[in-house]
């Protein structure tokens, strides 16, 4: 095994939480989170398929959600809702505990690292920056950038692809079961589903391997893939 692909929001970064609470204090309200994701991933999906730019998502979705709740979506009031918005969002932007523990292990392993993200554009590379985290990655994979999106086992190729890695040697770890861990194993990459919800029950899943935390990563890996960065003759 030579190289791991980190999905970033909910896996790397508390997103939730803090887009949640950002939200919440705009609109004096808590109950808005389905509706702002759903129109969100619908942005996403558009500017993935080429039929949005991505300097005019935000504004879009804004829009699009504020009408959504009964607003009228006037221009410079989308413009300021969404500027404070993201202000509130990065000042909640947090690294989960068990992050840096297990990039540093990665590190020291010598294995091939990318965070492979399916949110759209420039903020994600600013995201990891700010963290401190941008330094262990090999590679940065945004979907809104290559026209692809997981759980297209393309977005898994090209990364194996800019890593020098084969599907077979990389290991795919995300939040998601099915766009995360599914998506890779459909790509021949190892998937991992990182379940953090404390609920150990896994019986449904056998498809995948499942972690709770990252900090279980390593042992994971070492357990079944026995020699981890070191390199594969090629």
């Known amino acids: 095994m030579r190289a791991v692909c980190l999905d970033i929001d909910d896996t ?6 803090g887009e ?39 504004r879009c979705r804004t829009a699009a959600f504020l009408t959504e709740l009964g607003f009228v979506a006037e221009y410079r009031a989308v413009v300021e809702f969404e500027r404070r918005r993201r202000k509130l969002a990065r000042m909640g932007w947090r690294l989960f505990p068990d992050v840096l523990l297990c990039l540093d292990w990665l590190s020291a ?14 903020h994600q590379h600013r995201k990891l920056g700010a963290l401190g985290i941008a330094g262990y990655f090999d590679h940065v994979a945004v ?9 297209d086992p393309a977005i898994f190729e090209r990364v194996c692809e800019q890593l020098d890695c084969s599907p077979d040697e990389t290991v795919h770890v995300g939040d998601k079961l099915e766009t995360d861990a599914r998506g890779a194993a459909a790509a021949g990459v190892t998937g991992v589903w990182l379940r953090r919800t404390g609920d150990n029950d896994h019986t449904a899943v056998s498809d995948v391997y499942v972690v709770d935390g990252l900090d279980r990563l390593p042992e994971l890996l070492v357990s079944e893939f026995g020699r981890v960065g070191v390199p594969a003759p090629r």
Do not use: C, I, Q
């Open 12 to 17: 790397l970064v508390d997103f939730t939480s």
């Open 20 to 58: 949640r609470r950002a939200l919440a204090r705009l609109l004096g309200r808590a109950d808005s989170w389905p509706l702002w994701e759903s129109v969100t991933a619908a942005h996403v999906r558009m500017v993935v398929s080429g039929e949005l730019a991505y300097d005019d998502m935000h």
């Open 109 to 122: 392993a010598g294995v091939r690292m990318a965070a492979v993200t399916n949110a759209s554009g420039r």
């Open 143 to 151: 979907a809104g950038e290559l026209g692809v999106s997981k759980p």
